[in-house]
């Protein structure tokens, strides 16, 4: 009788660097895990957006930080960060954001969860400096269903913490949904901390690298 184990990481092909042809998995990947590790695509009309906020530009910005992970069926999960939040939020408000919001006028008509997106594209939240002060770095990572739970999210953020550290960073942030508890407990796991409540509920977490 056959069986069905789950999968582990001996089925990964690669964990390499990412490269500018992965931008079109990386995004099909966030909208595949935006709702809290599961398909966010029916949640909007436009579910690209949320790769617009949360994956593309990391890609772009610092792309010797993203970190792709592919099985036999290819990309599967990534890694994308940023050494350097401040300067990561100016970057986008130059070449990032100017193009988007041409691209998605504020008085178009949209569905709710769509406007509450372009909302964040025409007026992105600055992270706080008592935040970046200490934790001046951040991450988003995500791995599609059929690779979560086989201990690669482990080895891509020790992949970062290394690189981080050669860097000299002094600590790194993430923002987590509240409703995400199989998450927060894997970050607890890797040694990050609750520090503070979004105002939209999600909890930022942070890991101490000196």
Known sequence: MSRNYPPTVDAVLSIRPAA??????????????????????????DPT?????????????????????????GPAGYLV??????????????????????????????RDTDRELVRLLHAPEATPASLTDRYPAHLHINLL????????????????????QHRGVAGVHLGVSATNEPAIGFYRHM????EAVEPDGGLIMVLSLT
Do not use: K, N, S
């Open 20 to 45: 500018p042809a992965d931008r079109t998995a990386v995004e099909a990947i966030c909208v595949a895990t935006g709702d809290d590790g599961r398909d966010a695509a029916g949640r909007y009309d």
């Open 49 to 73: 957006l949320l790769a617009h906020l949360w994956a593309t530009p990391h890609l772009l910005a610092d792309p010797a930080l993203a970190t792709i992970v592919e099985d036999h069926d």
């Open 81 to 110: 960060a940023a050494a350097d939040t401040v300067a990561f939020e100016q970057w986008c408000e130059q070449h990032w954001w100017p193009a988007l919001r041409q691209r998605y006028p504020l008085e178009a008509e949209r």
């Open 145 to 164: 269903p059929r690779l979560q739970g086989t201990g690669l999210g482990r080895l891509l953020i020790e992949r970062l913490v290394t690189q981080l």
């Open 191 to 194: 040694g990050f901390e609750p």
